[in-house]
């Protein structure tokens, strides 16, 4: 099963693109790439998920390589709201998401 | 259209008292989870559900113990509670498997259960 890697902690300003990166370089051909945050004392929230193309939704964007071995998440406009601890989950298994360490994200005014 | 919602939110128990967390999700989701999550680590996965009746381990169900009478309830139970079971409970359900090739079977999780065991 694949496994990922993120840096530990980040930092942003407000307003700018927040970019985390994601290393799943032993990723299979048919697995997907989730990501999830964790704001402070919350559940985790979905945020994206992505096979091979590039994908959008209303809350980030997903940037995958060709060779699937890396991703990056932007957050296109970064609030105070976006503090949180993002994890990048490759589906391992038939049932359960794997949750590393992520990465912790500040937003700075 | 509440989502997951658990009970309750806060508990302190001592040694070898019991209880029950209670998840209920009013979305239809055939899968159901417990997860705990201590301090500086990710979630780790202690049972999970894949339909009315049947539970199965995670990666770290000793000491917990869980029913599924109901689609729409999942129950984690501490038959006799230790300090090391202090942490932070989280309920998710799914529409389905987190499967490698099945794509939006995402998790939604619960607010969390604090647990404190002295």
């Known amino acids: 099963d694949a496994k990922t890697t993120q840096p530990p902690s980040m930092d942003c300003a407000e307003g700018r693109a927040a970019n985390l990166p994601c290393n799943h370089s032993?990723?299979?051909?048919?697995?997907?790439v989730y990501w999830y945050r964790q704001i402070h004392s919350q559940g985790p929230q979905y945020i994206i998920h992505g096979l091979k193309n590039n994908e959008t939704n209303e809350m980030a964007s997903l940037i995958i390589t060709e060779d699937r071995k890396s991703s990056t998440l932007i957050l296109p406009h970064a609030t105070l709201r976006d503090t949180a601890v993002y994890y990048c989950i490759v589906i391992q298994g038939a049932q359960k998401l794997v949750f590393g360490q992520g990465t912790r994200l500040t937003i700075n005014p | 259209n509440a989502g997951v919602t658990q009970t309750p939110k806060f508990r302190v128990l001592k040694t070898g008292q019991s209880m029950t967390l209670l998840c209920a999700q009013d979305?239809?989701?055939?899968?159901m989870y417990w997860y705990r999550q201590d301090p500086g680590m990710g979630l780790r996965l202690i049972h999970y559900s894949v339909g009315e009746g049947t539970t199965a381990k995670g990666e770290v169900p000793d000491g917990y113990n869980v029913s599924r009478l109901k689609k729409q309830n999942f129950l984690l139970g501490l038959e006799s509670a230790a300090p090391s079971q202090t942490s932070v409970y989280f309920c998710?359900?799914?529409?389905?498997?987190?499967?490698?090739?099945?794509?939006?079977?995402?998790?939604?999780f619960g607010a969390g259960t604090r647990l404190s065991v002295l």
């Open positions: 998710a359900s799914s529409r389905g498997p987190a499967s490698r090739y099945i794509a939006k079977n995402i998790q939604y």
């Open positions: 032993t990723i299979s051909g048919n697995e997907y």
């Open positions: 979305m239809n989701h055939e899968y």
